[in-house]
T-cell receptor, first 115, second 114 residues
């Protein structure tokens, strides 16, 4: 079983601060990692993906990947109330053994940005 | 507009009454999949399809069927729905040759089985 672990939260962060979301995974063969944002009752939407160790920045978002320690994180700078949502970490199954294909998701972290 | 559409968006039905949830994408994607989302359990993959006439089971396929006769459509069939299939269902498609590429999600179908 390919597992993705996230703290369910809620994680409460004041407006303007940096929100830090973390995700650990069990399958060392995983190659691709994704962060999705999901508003209540809505579909997940992609924020970022990362394949290589290190940091990847896109606007206010930075994804960090450490394959040796098997964690991936998402930093949100200058947090806004509109960032309040559930953030889903996902990894790619297609490069792992067992013939599975697709993404396996963590259960998500509920983020609340306090005005 | 590039999108994944699902119908119906909301459905209340009774145990044992066959139903189909349709999914269609206009992006010419080869890969499509179905997920269900339940509180405390997250998103779980039901079935996926890597191309026309090619489908395979995901993590929770019991009680579901799918077909892929055309590239753009990937319907989810519940032959005999039961209350434990009450859930929020998402269809997704991917612009790569596998599900490991970015997946685009439909708006979701909220199903209640009484």
């Amino acid at each position: 079983q390919k597992e993705v672990e996230q703290n369910s939260g809620p994680l409460s962060v004041p407006e303007g601060a940096i929100a830090s979301l973390n995700c650990t995974y069990s399958d060392r063969g995983s190659q691709s990692f994704f962060w999705y944002r999901q508003y209540s009752g809505k579909s997940p939407e992609l924020i970022m993906f990362i394949y290589s160790n290190g940091d990847k920045e896109d606007g206010r978002f930075t994804a960090q990947l450490n394959k040796a320690s098997q964690y991936v994180s998402l930093l949100i700078r200058d947090s806004q109330p509109s960032d309040s949502a559930t953030y889903l970490c996902a990894l790619d199954l297609s490069y792992s053994g067992g013939g599975a294909d697709g993404l396996t998701f963590g259960k998500g972290t509920h983020l609340i940005i306090q005005p | 507009e590039a999108q994944v559409t699902q119908n119906p968006r909301y459905l209340i039905t009774v145990t044992g009454k066959k139903l189909t949830v349709t999914c269609s994408q206009n992006m010419n994607h080869e890969y499509m999949s179905w997920y269900r989302q339940d509180p405390g359990l997250g998103l779980r993959q039901i079935y996926y399809s890597m191309n026309v006439e090619v489908t395979d089971k995901g993590d929770v396929p019991e009680g579901y069927k799918v077909s892929r006769k055309e590239k753009r459509n990937f319907p989810l069939i519940l032959e005999s729905p039961s209350p434990n299939q009450t859930s929020l269902y998402f269809c997704a498609s991917s612009d790569g040759t596998s599900g490991g590429d970015t997946q685009y999600f439909g708006p979701g179908t909220r199903l209640t089985v009484l």
